[in-house]
Structures are given as C-alpha cells and as structure tokens.
C-alpha cells in the first residue's frame, strides 16, 4: 500500500482523505516496495466512476509529460476513445 501511495504522489495525486486514519493500521513504510506500479514502465490511469477524467490527465501531463503514460477512459454513449492509436469509434 505505501508504495502505491508513494508512487502516486510522484505523479502528483494525493491519497482520499480517509486514507490517513486507515494508513496507522498498514505499519511503517520500508522506503522500498518489491511491487512495480504503472503498465510496461509507464503510468497507467484508469478512469473511475467518481473521478474527473480531464483534471487527473493535466495532473498527469505536469511530472512526466504529454505522451507518456496510458489511459483509459469509460466510452461516451455515442464514441469510443482509443487510447493507444487515439482514434473515435461509434459505440455500438
């Protein structure tokens, strides 16, 4: 967990606001996690029901610039976003 929590913050995102109560019942951070984060090296986003998809890609963009790192967004009713050739499809 903290490494997910440390790798996070390197990218620019802070942990939910219940995570600090919760975080005394993990134990103490070894400064080293023998877990690797991100997909093929580079950071993955994945979209989730309650998040801003636009505002976690600027956050993004800042530590490691436009064009490196994956994502993946939930489809429009009418698109689809490709995330790898950044082509639209009509979502059937």
Same mark, same amino acid.
């Given at each position: 967990?903290?490494?997910?929590?440390?790798?996070?913050?390197?990218?620019?995102?802070?942990?939910? #606001?219940?995570?600090? &109560?919760? /975080? $005394?019942?993990?134990?103490?951070? %070894?400064?080293?996690?023998?877990?690797? =984060?991100?997909?093929?090296?580079?950071?993955?986003?994945?979209?989730? #029901?309650?998040?801003? &998809?636009? /505002? $976690?890609?600027?956050?993004?963009? %800042?530590?490691?610039?436009?064009?490196? =790192?994956?994502?993946?967004?939930?489809?429009?009713?009418?698109?689809?976003?490709?995330?790898?050739?950044?082509?639209?499809?009509?979502?059937?």
């Amino acid at each position: 967990m903290w490494g997910a929590v440390a790798y996070a913050r390197r990218l620019g995102f802070e942990p939910a #606001p219940d995570f600090a &109560p919760a /975080a $005394a019942h993990l134990g103490s951070w %070894r400064e080293r996690s023998d877990i690797t =984060f991100g997909r093929d090296d580079v950071p993955l986003y994945v979209q989730g #029901p309650y998040d801003n &998809p636009h /505002a $976690a890609l600027r956050t993004l963009t %800042r530590p490691v610039g436009a064009g490196n =790192f994956d994502y993946l967004l939930v489809a429009a009713t009418t698109a689809v976003h490709h995330p790898l050739t950044g082509q639209f499809a009509r979502a059937r």
